[in-house]
């Protein structure tokens, strides 16, 4: 419930619905950006090679999957395990990294598989072929980057904390999801 002077502001309203659609963009562009990374500095394929439908299908689970999803499960997580000590931020790192980046993968990769075509036996055989080195990979990334994130950073600005390390994570991301 809002206090009641925010309550029924059309500004403050107008303002919310902003930020999140902000968010959700400079996810959606994120993960376009790991994808271009991907494709020109890990595969080499150069820029007559790129292949700009994938970068784009990227770019659409970053939209409409990663952005509204991880935007979503901050809020979710800061309701959960609430304070800001350093007891808490390890708490809000171990629930996220055990509970939701297991899950949050898979559904990624299945996305991705779904979206380059696979049929449900290949998007299966793929995600048991990827999933446990890009898990691993999750592992030797994201806990100390969430720690320091749910300590040291307030609610509002970590999304884009997450979205600077996330152009890493999502060019090496985006070359296993798209990995044949």
Excluded at 42 to 53: M, S
Excluded at 70 to 92: C, E, H, P, Q
Excluded at 135 to 163: D, E, K, M, S, T
Aim: aromatic fraction near 12%; charge should be positive; charged fraction near 15%.
């Amino acid at each position: 419930m809002l206090p009641s002077g925010i309550a029924g502001n059309t500004h403050f309203t107008t303002h919310v619905t902003s930020v999140a659609r902000g968010e959700i963009q400079g996810k959606g562009s994120l993960v376009g950006v790991g994808d271009v990374i991907s494709q020109q500095l890990i595969e080499r394929r150069g820029l007559a090679d790129h292949n700009v439908r994938r970068t784009a299908k990227m770019m659409g689970i970053g939209f409409f999957f990663v952005g509204p999803v991880i935007g979503s499960w901050y809020k979710v997580l800061d309701r959960l395990v609430v304070g800001g000590t350093k007891s808490a931020a390890m708490k809000k790192m171990l629930v996220d990294q055990l509970c939701f980046a297991p899950g949050f993968l898979g559904a990624f990769l299945c996305i991705s598989g779904a979206l380059n075509g696979l049929t449900l036996e290949e998007n299966v055989t793929k995600l048991k072929r990827d999933y446990t080195d890009a898990l691993i990979a999750n592992y030797y990334l994201w806990p100390p980057v969430q720690i320091a994130n749910f300590y040291f950073i307030p609610l509002h600005y970590r999304l884009p904390v997450v979205q600077i390390v996330a152009v890493t994570w999502n060019s090496y991301l985006t070359w296993k999801a798209n990995k044949m």
